[in-house]
Protein backbone atom coordinates (compact mmCIF):
# COMPACT_ATOMS: atom_id res chain seq x y z
CA UNK A 1 0.00 0.00 0.00
CA UNK A 2 2.93 1.95 0.90
CA UNK A 3 4.13 1.66 -2.56
CA UNK A 4 0.97 2.96 -4.12
CA UNK A 5 0.67 5.85 -1.88
CA UNK A 6 4.34 6.69 -3.31
CA UNK A 7 3.09 6.58 -6.84
CA UNK A 8 -0.03 8.37 -6.75
CA UNK A 9 1.59 11.19 -4.28
CA UNK A 10 4.38 11.95 -7.34
CA UNK A 11 1.83 11.70 -9.64
CA UNK A 12 0.02 13.91 -8.12
CA UNK A 13 2.87 16.33 -7.58
CA UNK A 14 3.45 16.15 -11.04
CA UNK A 15 -0.16 16.99 -12.25
CA UNK A 16 -0.01 19.81 -9.49
CA UNK A 17 2.86 21.12 -11.05
CA UNK A 18 1.94 20.87 -14.62
CA UNK A 19 -1.47 23.15 -13.86
CA UNK A 20 0.33 25.50 -11.49
CA UNK A 21 2.43 26.25 -14.97
CA UNK A 22 -0.46 26.10 -16.99
CA UNK A 23 -2.14 28.43 -14.48
CA UNK A 24 1.02 30.85 -14.39
CA UNK A 25 0.81 30.88 -18.24
CA UNK A 26 -2.51 32.34 -18.27
CA UNK A 27 -2.68 33.97 -15.33
CA UNK A 28 -0.26 36.71 -16.41
CA UNK A 29 -2.50 37.38 -19.68
CA UNK A 30 -5.21 37.66 -17.80
CA UNK A 31 -3.91 39.80 -15.31
CA UNK A 32 -2.51 42.06 -18.47
CA UNK A 33 -5.78 42.22 -19.89
CA UNK A 34 -7.46 42.97 -16.44
CA UNK A 35 -5.12 45.88 -15.85
CA UNK A 36 -6.42 46.91 -19.04
CA UNK A 37 -9.73 46.99 -18.30
CA UNK A 38 -9.26 48.93 -14.73
CA UNK A 39 -7.24 51.33 -16.94
CA UNK A 40 -9.83 51.86 -19.31
CA UNK A 41 -12.86 54.76 -18.63
CA UNK A 42 -16.35 53.21 -17.93
CA UNK A 43 -18.40 52.75 -21.13
CA UNK A 44 -20.35 56.05 -19.83
CA UNK A 45 -17.68 57.72 -19.34
CA UNK A 46 -16.87 57.17 -23.08
CA UNK A 47 -19.72 58.09 -24.33
CA UNK A 48 -20.16 61.34 -22.46
CA UNK A 49 -16.81 62.38 -23.09
CA UNK A 50 -17.40 63.82 -26.94
CA UNK A 51 -20.44 65.91 -25.05
CA UNK A 52 -17.81 67.34 -22.33
CA UNK A 53 -15.15 67.94 -24.75
CA UNK A 54 -17.97 69.91 -27.02
CA UNK A 55 -17.54 73.39 -27.69
CA UNK A 56 -21.67 74.08 -27.30
CA UNK A 57 -21.11 77.70 -27.40
CA UNK A 58 -22.24 77.98 -31.12
CA UNK A 59 -24.08 75.60 -32.03
CA UNK A 60 -27.11 76.52 -34.57
CA UNK A 61 -29.38 76.32 -37.60
CA UNK A 62 -29.41 77.18 -39.88
CA UNK A 63 -25.41 77.50 -40.28
CA UNK A 64 -23.75 80.96 -40.85
CA UNK A 65 -23.86 82.99 -42.65
CA UNK A 66 -27.54 82.78 -42.55
CA UNK A 67 -29.52 83.96 -39.35
CA UNK A 68 -30.15 81.23 -36.70
CA UNK A 69 -33.23 80.85 -36.29
CA UNK A 70 -32.54 78.03 -33.12
CA UNK A 71 -29.86 77.65 -30.83
CA UNK A 72 -28.73 74.79 -28.47
CA UNK A 73 -28.33 75.99 -25.12
CA UNK A 74 -28.38 72.66 -23.14
CA UNK A 75 -29.27 69.31 -21.64
CA UNK A 76 -30.61 67.44 -19.03
CA UNK A 77 -29.67 63.23 -18.73
CA UNK A 78 -29.86 60.29 -17.17
CA UNK A 79 -25.62 59.98 -17.45
CA UNK A 80 -24.07 59.85 -13.76
CA UNK A 81 -21.58 62.61 -12.34
CA UNK A 82 -18.25 61.22 -12.64
CA UNK A 83 -17.14 58.67 -9.36
CA UNK A 84 -15.63 60.38 -6.64
CA UNK A 85 -12.45 59.29 -4.55
CA UNK A 86 -13.35 57.16 -2.67
CA UNK A 87 -12.47 58.35 0.97
CA UNK A 88 -12.06 56.38 4.43
CA UNK A 89 -14.96 55.22 5.98
CA UNK A 90 -15.89 57.06 8.90
CA UNK A 91 -16.75 55.12 12.33
CA UNK A 92 -19.93 55.42 13.66
CA UNK A 93 -20.84 57.15 16.50
CA UNK A 94 -22.57 55.42 19.14
CA UNK A 95 -25.63 57.41 18.58
CA UNK A 96 -25.98 56.26 15.03
CA UNK A 97 -25.08 52.76 16.17
CA UNK A 98 -28.17 52.88 18.35
CA UNK A 99 -30.27 54.55 16.08
CA UNK A 100 -29.20 52.40 13.34
CA UNK A 101 -28.64 54.63 10.88
CA UNK A 102 -27.52 53.62 7.08
CA UNK A 103 -25.22 54.63 5.04
CA UNK A 104 -28.18 56.55 3.23
CA UNK A 105 -29.40 58.05 5.91
CA UNK A 106 -26.02 59.51 6.43
CA UNK A 107 -25.47 60.73 3.36
CA UNK A 108 -29.29 62.36 3.27
CA UNK A 109 -27.92 63.68 6.60
CA UNK A 110 -24.64 64.98 4.58
CA UNK A 111 -26.92 66.58 2.15
CA UNK A 112 -25.09 63.69 -0.42
CA UNK A 113 -28.30 61.59 -1.04
CA UNK A 114 -28.13 59.85 -4.57
CA UNK A 115 -29.45 61.52 -6.90
CA UNK A 116 -32.82 60.96 -9.34
CA UNK A 117 -31.87 60.20 -13.04
CA UNK A 118 -34.50 60.09 -15.50
CA UNK A 119 -35.25 56.69 -17.63
CA UNK A 120 -37.80 57.34 -20.31
CA UNK A 121 -39.14 60.62 -20.82
CA UNK A 122 -42.32 61.75 -22.47
CA UNK A 123 -44.43 64.26 -21.76
CA UNK A 124 -43.35 68.02 -21.42
CA UNK A 125 -44.81 71.31 -19.88
CA UNK A 126 -43.50 74.40 -18.69
CA UNK A 127 -44.78 76.62 -15.79
CA UNK A 128 -45.40 80.18 -15.75
CA UNK A 129 -41.77 80.34 -13.52
CA UNK A 130 -39.97 79.06 -16.34
CA UNK A 131 -39.78 75.61 -14.51
CA UNK A 132 -39.97 72.23 -16.45
CA UNK A 133 -41.54 69.48 -16.00
CA UNK A 134 -40.66 65.94 -17.57
CA UNK A 135 -43.09 62.62 -17.24
CA UNK A 136 -40.61 59.71 -16.68
CA UNK A 137 -42.91 56.30 -17.32
CA UNK A 138 -39.72 54.28 -16.48
CA UNK A 139 -39.22 55.88 -12.88
CA UNK A 140 -42.99 56.74 -12.62
CA UNK A 141 -42.37 60.23 -11.53
CA UNK A 142 -42.76 63.75 -12.69
CA UNK A 143 -39.40 65.51 -12.86
CA UNK A 144 -39.26 69.44 -12.20
CA UNK A 145 -36.08 71.28 -13.11
CA UNK A 146 -34.78 74.36 -12.97
CA UNK A 147 -33.05 75.23 -15.90
CA UNK A 148 -31.37 77.72 -15.04
CA UNK A 149 -29.07 76.09 -11.98
CA UNK A 150 -30.63 71.81 -12.84
CA UNK A 151 -32.17 72.12 -9.28
CA UNK A 152 -34.62 68.57 -9.24
CA UNK A 153 -37.49 68.50 -7.64
CA UNK A 154 -39.83 65.20 -7.97
CA UNK A 155 -43.72 64.20 -8.07
CA UNK A 156 -42.79 60.49 -6.92
CA UNK A 157 -45.33 57.55 -7.26
CA UNK A 158 -47.08 56.74 -3.73
CA UNK A 159 -46.24 59.71 -2.10
CA UNK A 160 -47.79 62.65 -3.85
CA UNK A 161 -50.03 60.49 -6.18
CA UNK A 162 -50.58 56.66 -7.30
CA UNK A 163 -48.79 56.43 -11.12
CA UNK A 164 -49.06 53.68 -13.03
CA UNK A 165 -47.63 54.94 -16.51
CA UNK A 166 -47.67 58.65 -17.01
CA UNK A 167 -47.80 59.80 -20.77
CA UNK A 168 -48.57 63.57 -21.28
CA UNK A 169 -48.37 66.84 -19.28
CA UNK A 170 -50.21 69.97 -19.66
CA UNK A 171 -50.00 73.34 -17.31
CA UNK A 172 -52.58 76.15 -17.28
CA UNK A 173 -52.15 79.74 -16.67
CA UNK A 174 -52.98 78.84 -13.16
CA UNK A 175 -49.97 76.76 -12.80
CA UNK A 176 -52.03 74.00 -12.35
CA UNK A 177 -50.47 70.45 -14.00
CA UNK A 178 -52.81 67.94 -15.71
CA UNK A 179 -50.62 64.42 -16.09
CA UNK A 180 -52.68 61.51 -18.02
CA UNK A 181 -52.23 58.28 -17.23
CA UNK A 182 -52.28 55.29 -19.78
CA UNK A 183 -52.47 52.28 -16.70
CA UNK A 184 -55.45 53.99 -14.83
CA UNK A 185 -56.76 55.53 -17.89
CA UNK A 186 -57.51 58.79 -16.36
CA UNK A 187 -55.95 62.28 -16.00
CA UNK A 188 -55.03 63.75 -12.62
CA UNK A 189 -54.87 67.36 -12.07
CA UNK A 190 -52.43 69.20 -9.08
CA UNK A 191 -52.47 72.82 -8.27
CA UNK A 192 -49.81 75.35 -8.17
CA UNK A 193 -48.48 73.84 -4.79
CA UNK A 194 -48.31 69.92 -6.34
CA UNK A 195 -50.78 68.80 -4.27
CA UNK A 196 -53.38 66.62 -6.16
CA UNK A 197 -57.00 67.86 -6.15
CA UNK A 198 -58.30 65.65 -9.12
CA UNK A 199 -58.81 63.17 -11.11
CA UNK A 200 -61.11 62.52 -13.96
CA UNK A 201 -61.54 60.23 -17.42
CA UNK A 202 -61.81 56.58 -16.05
CA UNK A 203 -64.68 54.41 -17.93
CA UNK A 204 -63.84 57.31 -20.90
CA UNK A 205 -60.31 57.03 -21.48
CA UNK A 206 -58.32 54.24 -22.82
CA UNK A 207 -54.53 55.03 -23.05
CA UNK A 208 -54.45 58.68 -23.29
CA UNK A 209 -51.41 60.00 -24.29
CA UNK A 210 -50.71 63.77 -25.00
CA UNK A 211 -52.62 66.75 -23.24
CA UNK A 212 -53.12 70.15 -24.84
CA UNK A 213 -54.90 73.43 -22.89
CA UNK A 214 -56.26 76.23 -24.80
CA UNK A 215 -56.44 78.67 -22.27
CA UNK A 216 -58.50 81.20 -24.15
CA UNK A 217 -61.45 78.98 -24.53
CA UNK A 218 -60.98 76.76 -21.72
CA UNK A 219 -60.01 73.05 -23.80
CA UNK A 220 -58.60 70.51 -22.24
CA UNK A 221 -57.78 67.98 -25.36
CA UNK A 222 -56.79 64.54 -24.32
CA UNK A 223 -55.18 62.17 -27.43
CA UNK A 224 -57.17 58.94 -26.42
CA UNK A 225 -54.78 56.82 -27.97
CA UNK A 226 -56.48 53.29 -27.40
CA UNK A 227 -59.54 54.45 -29.02
CA UNK A 228 -58.44 56.53 -31.79
CA UNK A 229 -59.44 59.80 -30.17
CA UNK A 230 -58.95 63.26 -29.40
CA UNK A 231 -61.30 63.45 -26.23
CA UNK A 232 -62.16 67.52 -25.79
CA UNK A 233 -62.81 68.69 -21.62
CA UNK A 234 -64.03 71.83 -20.28
CA UNK A 235 -60.53 72.81 -18.17
CA UNK A 236 -62.45 73.52 -15.26
CA UNK A 237 -65.01 71.25 -14.42
CA UNK A 238 -63.58 68.86 -15.99
CA UNK A 239 -66.51 68.17 -17.76
CA UNK A 240 -66.74 65.71 -21.49
CA UNK A 241 -68.01 67.96 -23.98
CA UNK A 242 -66.83 65.87 -27.77
CA UNK A 243 -65.28 63.56 -28.87
CA UNK A 244 -62.97 64.14 -32.52
CA UNK A 245 -62.64 60.93 -34.41
CA UNK A 246 -64.10 57.68 -34.73
CA UNK A 247 -63.64 54.72 -32.45
CA UNK A 248 -63.64 51.16 -32.54
CA UNK A 249 -62.30 50.79 -35.94
CA UNK A 250 -58.94 48.94 -34.43
CA UNK A 251 -56.36 51.66 -35.59
CA UNK A 252 -57.80 51.11 -39.37
CA UNK A 253 -58.85 54.36 -40.24
CA UNK A 254 -57.04 57.16 -42.98
CA UNK A 255 -60.16 58.95 -43.82
CA UNK A 256 -59.47 62.80 -42.69
CA UNK A 257 -60.51 63.86 -39.49
CA UNK A 258 -60.19 59.76 -38.18
CA UNK A 259 -56.91 58.71 -36.56
CA UNK A 260 -54.72 55.71 -35.88
CA UNK A 261 -53.28 56.07 -32.84
CA UNK A 262 -52.96 59.79 -32.54
CA UNK A 263 -50.65 60.39 -29.79
CA UNK A 264 -49.73 64.30 -29.19
CA UNK A 265 -51.97 67.35 -29.40
CA UNK A 266 -51.33 71.41 -30.06
CA UNK A 267 -52.90 74.68 -29.45
CA UNK A 268 -52.08 77.58 -31.54
CA UNK A 269 -52.67 81.09 -30.68
CA UNK A 270 -55.90 80.99 -32.87
CA UNK A 271 -57.71 77.77 -30.64
CA UNK A 272 -56.86 75.69 -33.86
CA UNK A 273 -56.09 71.93 -33.04
CA UNK A 274 -52.95 70.35 -34.19
CA UNK A 275 -52.42 66.31 -33.43
CA UNK A 276 -50.14 64.33 -34.28
CA UNK A 277 -51.68 61.09 -36.48
CA UNK A 278 -48.86 58.55 -36.01
CA UNK A 279 -49.77 54.94 -37.62
CA UNK A 280 -50.97 57.71 -40.56
CA UNK A 281 -47.93 59.70 -40.25
CA UNK A 282 -49.56 62.59 -40.92
CA UNK A 283 -50.92 65.80 -39.00
CA UNK A 284 -54.76 67.11 -38.63
CA UNK A 285 -55.61 70.32 -38.08
CA UNK A 286 -59.21 71.10 -36.14
CA UNK A 287 -60.61 74.51 -35.37
CA UNK A 288 -62.08 74.95 -32.03
CA UNK A 289 -64.93 73.45 -32.40
CA UNK A 290 -63.77 70.44 -33.31
CA UNK A 291 -64.02 70.65 -37.63
CA UNK A 292 -61.71 69.18 -39.73
CA UNK A 293 -60.00 71.94 -41.56
CA UNK A 294 -56.91 69.86 -43.72
CA UNK A 295 -54.11 67.31 -43.29
CA UNK A 296 -50.62 67.32 -44.38
CA UNK A 297 -47.90 64.67 -44.39
CA UNK A 298 -47.47 61.32 -45.60
CA UNK A 299 -45.14 58.38 -44.63
CA UNK A 300 -41.52 58.65 -45.82
CA UNK A 301 -38.68 60.56 -45.19
CA UNK A 302 -38.69 63.17 -46.95
CA UNK A 303 -39.41 66.95 -46.47
CA UNK A 304 -42.71 67.61 -45.00
CA UNK A 305 -43.13 63.51 -44.47
CA UNK A 306 -43.38 61.38 -41.45
CA UNK A 307 -42.66 58.06 -40.22
CA UNK A 308 -44.40 58.16 -36.69
CA UNK A 309 -45.03 61.18 -35.94
CA UNK A 310 -45.16 61.84 -32.17
CA UNK A 311 -44.48 65.39 -30.48
CA UNK A 312 -45.66 68.06 -31.77
CA UNK A 313 -45.46 71.86 -30.61
CA UNK A 314 -46.59 75.36 -32.57
CA UNK A 315 -44.50 78.20 -31.75
CA UNK A 316 -45.66 82.34 -31.24
CA UNK A 317 -45.01 82.46 -34.86
CA UNK A 318 -47.17 80.24 -35.63
CA UNK A 319 -44.79 77.49 -36.80
CA UNK A 320 -45.97 73.82 -36.44
CA UNK A 321 -42.80 71.70 -34.93
CA UNK A 322 -43.15 68.09 -35.34
CA UNK A 323 -41.02 65.20 -33.59
CA UNK A 324 -40.41 62.36 -35.95
CA UNK A 325 -39.78 59.40 -33.25
CA UNK A 326 -38.60 56.76 -36.02
CA UNK A 327 -36.53 58.93 -38.47
CA UNK A 328 -35.45 61.14 -35.08
CA UNK A 329 -35.65 64.43 -36.58
CA UNK A 330 -37.54 67.53 -35.98
CA UNK A 331 -39.28 69.34 -38.86
CA UNK A 332 -40.42 72.90 -38.59
CA UNK A 333 -43.33 73.90 -41.08
CA UNK A 334 -45.95 76.25 -42.27
CA UNK A 335 -49.49 75.33 -40.35
CA UNK A 336 -50.40 73.98 -43.96
CA UNK A 337 -47.30 71.93 -44.04
CA UNK A 338 -44.18 73.44 -46.44
CA UNK A 339 -41.01 72.65 -44.29
CA UNK A 340 -39.14 75.19 -43.12
CA UNK A 341 -35.94 73.98 -41.28
CA UNK A 342 -35.08 70.38 -40.73
CA UNK A 343 -32.25 68.97 -37.91
CA UNK A 344 -31.91 65.49 -36.60
CA UNK A 345 -30.54 62.37 -37.23
CA UNK A 346 -29.98 58.70 -34.76
CA UNK A 347 -27.09 59.88 -32.34
CA UNK A 348 -25.84 61.39 -28.86
CA UNK A 349 -24.56 64.73 -30.47
CA UNK A 350 -26.61 68.04 -29.85
CA UNK A 351 -28.89 68.13 -32.17
CA UNK A 352 -29.01 64.05 -32.64
CA UNK A 353 -31.37 62.07 -31.13
CA UNK A 354 -32.13 58.39 -29.94
CA UNK A 355 -36.13 57.48 -29.58
CA UNK A 356 -37.19 61.44 -30.16
CA UNK A 357 -40.57 61.45 -28.56
CA UNK A 358 -41.89 64.47 -27.43
CA UNK A 359 -41.54 68.30 -27.95
CA UNK A 360 -42.67 71.84 -26.35
CA UNK A 361 -41.90 75.14 -26.27
CA UNK A 362 -42.51 77.74 -23.78
CA UNK A 363 -43.20 81.63 -23.68
CA UNK A 364 -39.94 82.35 -23.20
CA UNK A 365 -39.13 80.85 -26.61
CA UNK A 366 -36.92 77.75 -25.34
CA UNK A 367 -37.66 74.31 -27.05
CA UNK A 368 -37.50 70.86 -25.08
CA UNK A 369 -37.45 67.89 -26.61
CA UNK A 370 -37.30 63.88 -24.68
CA UNK A 371 -35.75 61.09 -26.07
CA UNK A 372 -36.49 57.30 -24.33
CA UNK A 373 -33.34 55.58 -25.65
CA UNK A 374 -30.57 58.39 -24.15
CA UNK A 375 -33.26 58.98 -21.22
CA UNK A 376 -32.45 63.10 -22.47
CA UNK A 377 -34.26 66.46 -22.18
CA UNK A 378 -32.16 68.52 -24.57
CA UNK A 379 -33.16 72.63 -24.52
CA UNK A 380 -32.94 74.92 -28.08
CA UNK A 381 -33.79 78.39 -28.32
CA UNK A 382 -35.74 79.75 -31.32
CA UNK A 383 -35.97 82.98 -32.64
CA UNK A 384 -38.54 84.53 -33.59
CA UNK A 385 -39.24 86.22 -36.85
CA UNK A 386 -39.46 89.70 -35.30
CA UNK A 387 -36.06 89.50 -33.84
CA UNK A 388 -34.82 87.54 -37.12
CA UNK A 389 -36.08 90.89 -39.12
CA UNK A 390 -34.31 93.11 -36.00
CA UNK A 391 -30.60 91.16 -37.22
CA UNK A 392 -30.84 91.34 -41.10
CA UNK A 393 -31.85 95.24 -40.10
CA UNK A 394 -28.56 95.26 -38.04
CA UNK A 395 -26.66 93.32 -40.77
CA UNK A 396 -27.53 95.44 -43.37
CA UNK A 397 -26.81 98.81 -41.19
CA UNK A 398 -23.35 97.63 -40.59
CA UNK A 399 -22.43 96.75 -44.54
CA UNK A 400 -23.59 100.12 -45.50
CA UNK A 401 -21.56 101.37 -42.98
CA UNK A 402 -18.22 98.92 -43.93
CA UNK A 403 -19.11 100.80 -47.59
CA UNK A 404 -19.19 103.89 -46.84
CA UNK A 405 -16.28 103.94 -44.94
CA UNK A 406 -13.97 102.34 -47.86
CA UNK A 407 -12.11 104.85 -49.96
CA UNK A 408 -12.99 105.64 -53.35
CA UNK A 409 -11.00 103.85 -55.94
CA UNK A 410 -9.97 106.93 -58.26
CA UNK A 411 -9.05 104.43 -61.30
CA UNK A 412 -12.20 103.19 -61.87
CA UNK A 413 -14.48 104.57 -64.63
CA UNK A 414 -17.32 106.41 -64.19
CA UNK A 415 -19.93 104.19 -62.87
CA UNK A 416 -22.79 103.59 -65.29
CA UNK A 417 -25.82 101.41 -64.94
CA UNK A 418 -24.97 97.63 -65.71
CA UNK A 419 -27.80 95.53 -67.62
CA UNK A 420 -29.74 93.41 -64.97
CA UNK A 421 -28.09 90.01 -66.18
CA UNK A 422 -24.46 91.36 -64.84
CA UNK A 423 -25.32 92.88 -61.63
CA UNK A 424 -23.66 90.79 -58.51
CA UNK A 425 -25.36 88.85 -56.51
CA UNK A 426 -25.60 90.48 -53.00
CA UNK A 427 -24.20 88.73 -49.95
CA UNK A 428 -25.29 86.17 -48.17
CA UNK A 429 -25.44 88.40 -45.12
CA UNK A 430 -27.59 90.97 -46.49
CA UNK A 431 -29.98 88.91 -48.42
CA UNK A 432 -33.92 89.07 -46.94
CA UNK A 433 -34.85 86.56 -45.22
CA UNK A 434 -38.85 85.71 -45.25
CA UNK A 435 -40.65 88.21 -43.18
CA UNK A 436 -42.82 85.60 -41.64
CA UNK A 437 -41.10 82.10 -41.89
CA UNK A 438 -38.47 80.42 -40.85
CA UNK A 439 -35.52 80.26 -43.41
CA UNK A 440 -35.20 76.01 -44.46
Known sequence: MSEVWQKNMRRGLFTAAVLALLAATWAFPAFADQKKKKAAPAPEQQEAAP???????????????????????????????????PKAAQKKSWMDRMAGITAEDAAKRA??????????????????????????????????????????EL???GVDAKFGRIFGLAIDDADRLFVSDGFYNHVLVFNAKHKLEAGFGEGIMSDPGGLAIDTDNRFLYVANTGTDQVLVYDADTFKLLRKIGTAGKNHTLTTPGDFSKPTNVAVDKDGNLFVSDTLNDR?????????????FGKNGDGPGEFARPKGIAVDCDGHVWVADAALNRIQVLTPDGHLLLELGGFGMLPG???????ITIDKQNRVFTTEQLMGRVQMFRYTTNAEARAELERRKAAATAADEKKPADKTQPPSTIMPETQKPTPPAAAQAAPATVAPH
Request: no cysteine; charged share 20%.
Open 51 to 85: LSNLDISNIVWPQPPAIPRLRYLDYFSSQKPEPEV
Open 111 to 152: GKAPRFVLGTPYGLAVDSKGMLYVADTKVGAVFIFNPEDKAT
Open 155 to 157: LKH
Open 283 to 295: VEVFDADGVFIRA
Open 352 to 358: QFQALTD
